[in-house]
């Protein structure tokens, strides 16, 4: 059974950094390009960023660039997500999701999140 | 950045009923590229559809996808209570994925 567990998240300052992390099991985890989706408070998705199977390509939305990082460790089956500079409308639980089987234009599974709280 | 729009905001139907969700892009995607999820309150999305039309595993055969190019939809040809929830649509390009603002389907 697949499972995704995220973790890492909290309350932070403005300003301040905070690191998530999604432990995958239940699958090969080195073999699938994996990605961070959030979900503002009563907003929708917005896809956060992305990265290859061996982590070699990494991928982000405008909103997130050059302040976040992606980074993955495959001898360990996790995913992480290393955010500076957080601003209030970074706010969001954070949805670590797993590329398709059938190539990683969807995802075929998600955790459960991690809220992220920015405030001051 | 292509942008998905989608319509309506909220559909109020009653169970049985057939929905019909809209989901159109501002330039032209990829079939293998356009996915639906369906998201419960307090729970995380679950794929219905990727490919456009392909059911993901475990998915009821009343929801069904088709589509190409601009404009795609998921339909539910008859909605049971669990159905009930926000639907999404989702495309892949340029090494960028992005979501429509989601679709509420209500009870009537």
């Known amino acids: 059974e697949v499972q995704l567990l995220e973790s890492g998240g909290g309350l932070v300052q403005p300003g301040g950094s905070l690191r998530l992390s999604c432990a995958a099991s239940g699958f090969t985890f080195s073999t699938y390009g994996m990605a961070w989706v959030r979900q503002a408070p009563g907003k929708g998705l917005e896809w956060v960023s992305g990265?290859?199977?061996?982590?070699?390509?990494?991928y982000y939305a405008d909103s997130v660039k050059g302040r976040f990082t992606i980074s993955r460790d495959n001898s360990r089956d996790t995913l992480y997500l290393q955010m500076n500079s957080l601003r209030g409308d970074d706010t969001a639980v954070y949805y670590c999701?797993?590329?398709?089987?059938?190539?990683?234009?969807?995802?075929?599974?998600w955790g459960q999140g991690t809220l992220v709280t920015v405030s001051s | 950045e292509i942008v998905l729009t989608q319509s309506p905001g909220t559909l109020s139907l009653s169970p049985g009923e057939r929905a019909t969700l809209s989901c159109r892009a501002s330039r032209s995607v990829s079939s293998s590229y356009l996915a639906w999820y369906q998201q419960k309150p307090g729970q995380a999305p679950r794929l219905l559809i990727f490919?456009?039309?392909s059911r993901a595993t475990g998915i009821p055969d009343r929801f069904s996808g088709s589509g190409s190019g601009t404009d795609f939809t998921l339909t539910i040809s008859r909605l049971e209570p669990e159905d009930f929830a926000v639907y999404y649509c989702q495309q892949y390009g340029s090494s960028m994925w992005t979501f429509g603002q989601g679709t509420k389907v209500e009870i009537k």
């Open positions: 990265i290859s199977s061996t982590g070699s390509n990494t």
């Open positions: 490919g456009a039309s």
């Open positions: 999701a797993k590329g398709g089987n059938n190539g990683w234009y969807y995802f075929d599974y």
